[in-house]
């Protein structure tokens, strides 16, 4: 777990790989490209125009000792001339700002709908390889990551390559013997920062690799705060949590001791270079070789340079960590989705076939769950699926759904191959009441409309009636606009069931899948859930996962699963009748146990 936020800022090296990672999330950009190069343009008219400052602060030293062979001739008009580019320069800023953050928020948006339109139609197998949390960074930290990118880090990238590029050629034609010293001196100066830097930057990921561990205990702690109190483990976690955040002090402490040396070292080092090349400046202006007001606008221009160089650091380390992100997404982007095509509506009978199926979990490909399966069922049949623990019956329903395929065998529904229908119109045909109900966190209203987002007031009133759930659903004050809360959890378990029996009622299904929905419940919520049940089961085909045998007396087939295989197959009555039948075993069992 921890491995997953160590990844956040991880790192890629800025190589050709790279960079075609990075520019494939740039695509997102293109739609907004000419407001885009409208920003390019004012980070470089931005950039270009502020390098004139440093030159007009020299001549305005030139002119106040009486100089005038330049265009202008008094400090007033220089001083005037200043204050416009300052101007000038504050609307060009203004401009680049303004486009960058709205192509970056449009692109970024865009970036995100796709991404999480991406992760909501994958398969179930991606999601048995990959946890919610890595799945949600995803969409947030990666796309911050890019977003700081695309706002400031380009931005940044630009303005530095664009002050060295006009500003060093600039230094060369008018103080060149200067500016000879000067590049034989800072080089030093850039290796030792670099060096120092990367040292520094592995302590920095260590910190926070250690920090990643310790948000790691308070994030298992918050999910299972119920199994930490029930187990007075309160003291214990406090513990674990204080130890990992010692080994983060200790790191953090041992890295600021280098980090505080790199930065005495870099103030000594550079303002020791700015002194230098001051002294060397100075000794020209004594031996009348340089201006006064030149050697001034030189330092200006070498304190630009020099800080655009020492930016390229940072911003090289946040290109990298943007290359990591892109490369993430576009993992995600680039994975095999269930998007189908668009199909025409489909309504099936609900004969369902399975023939000679295996099946193993991709996770666990050495675990045959499923051997040899065959079955058959009517259109409108009432089946029960009845067996151990682990025997097969819950990956029959997934195979049935599609959420995975059978390494095996041919599953007919109508005498067609599942997988020829169009995915999300077969899935329309098919509705499932789980065991544990998951509600979203919104209100009852919005949780029946789920089975169907279309429906009328009247519908989603006529199924919570059909489910048994209209009489407590009147008896709060806000009826139908009650929030059930975070997963349902303001609802107890028999009325989130027939919220879910509403749910399933109104989605009208050819084809029911009940997932032991009556196990959880107390007596009299299972007679109002078992009623509603019998109402939803009314000439549609019903699969029924049962442990609890009272509850599958009248239905029509009870199918025996055993280790992958179909053991037994008949009604209650034969199956019950049977000596020493599995069936039967598992019926006196529970009857003793009562």
Do not use: C
Request: charged share 20%; hydrophobic share 45%; no cysteine.
């Amino acid at each position: 777990m921890a491995k997953r936020y160590q990844e956040e800022g991880e790192k890629r090296p800025l190589n050709k790989a790279g960079i075609k990672n990075f520019l494939g999330v740039f695509r997102f950009v293109l739609p907004y490209k000419w407001i885009f190069f409208v920003g390019l343009v004012a980070l470089s008219l931005s950039s270009g125009v502020l390098l004139s400052f440093p030159y007009l602060s020299g001549k305005l030293l030139d002119v106040a000792q009486g100089k005038t062979d330049f265009y202008f001739n008094t400090i007033n008009q220089i001083a005037i001339a200043m204050i416009a580019v300052l101007l000038i320069q504050g609307v060009f800023s203004f401009l680049r700002v303004y486009t960058f953050t709205y192509v970056s928020e449009h692109a970024l948006a865009d970036l995100r709908l796709q991404l999480y339109s991406k992760i909501i139609w994958l398969p179930l197998p991606f999601y048995d390889t990959r946890r919610v949390g890595e799945l949600m960074s995803r969409i947030t930290s990666d796309v911050g990551i890019l977003y700081d990118t695309f706002t400031f880090t380009l931005a940044e990238l630009l303005r530095q390559v664009l002050i060295l590029v006009i500003g060093v050629p600039l230094l060369i034609v008018l103080y060149p013997r200067l500016t000879v010293f000067m590049l034989l001196t800072f080089p030093v100066l850039i290796l030792s920062a670099l060096f120092f830097g990367k040292f520094i930057r592995k302590l920095s990921k260590k910190t926070q690799d250690q920090l990643a561990t310790a948000n790691v205990v308070v994030e298992e702690t918050l999910q299972s705060v119920t199994v930490v109190k029930a187990f007075t483990n309160e003291a214990f976690e406090i513990a674990r949590y204080k130890n990992s955040l010692t080994d983060v002090i200790k790191t953090a402490i041992r890295s600021s001791r280098y980090r505080g040396a790199f930065i005495s070292f870099t103030i000594i080092a550079l303002f020791g270079g700015i002194v230098a090349v001051g002294w060397f400046g100075a000794s020209m202006v004594q031996s009348g070789d340089v201006d006064v007001g030149e050697l001034f606008s030189f330092i200006i221009y070498t304190v630009f340079i020099g800080g655009s160089i020492a930016g390229l650091g940072d911003i090289y380390s946040q290109l990298q960590k943007s290359i990591g992100a892109s490369e993430r997404i576009l993992e995600i982007l680039g994975t095999p989705d269930e998007k189908p095509d668009a199909g025409a509506a489909l309504k099936i009978k609900g004969k369902i076939d399975f023939e000679n199926i295996q099946f193993a979990y991709p996770s666990r490909p050495d675990v045959q769950v499923l051997k040899d399966i065959t079955f058959s069922i009517r259109p409108g049949e009432k089946v029960a699926l009845v067996g151990p623990s682990g025997s097969g019956k819950s990956t029959i329903i997934n195979l049935l759904l599609q959420f995975y395929q059978p390494a095996g065998g041919t599953i007919l529904v109508d005498d067609l191959r599942i997988t020829d229908y169009n995915l999300h119109a077969y899935r329309g045909n098919l509705g499932v009441v789980p065991q544990e109900v998951i509600l979203f966190g919104g209100t009852i209203r919005e949780n029946i409309a789920y089975g169907k987002p279309s429906a009328t007031e009247v519908e989603i009133t006529e199924a919570a009636r059909q489910a048994n759930a209209l009489e407590f659903i009147e008896s709060f004050p806000q009826g139908f606009d009650t929030v059930v809360g975070d997963r349902g959890v303001k609802l107890s378990g028999g009325q989130r069931q027939r919220v879910a029996i509403a749910r399933a009622i109104l989605r009208n299904p050819a084809i029911l899948i009940l997932d032991e929905a009556t196990s959880s419940l107390d007596a009299h919520s299972e007679k109002l859930v078992q009623e509603a049940l019998e109402n939803l089961m009314q000439n549609r085909t019903t699969l029924v996962i049962a442990h609890r045998l009272s509850t599958i007396r009248k239905v029509d087939t009870i199918l025996v699963i055993k280790e992958g295989l179909v053991a037994e197959v008949g009604n209650h009555a034969e199956l019950s009748a049977r000596d020493n039948g599995i069936y039967s075993n598992l019926l006196k069992l529970q009857v003793d146990l009562k």
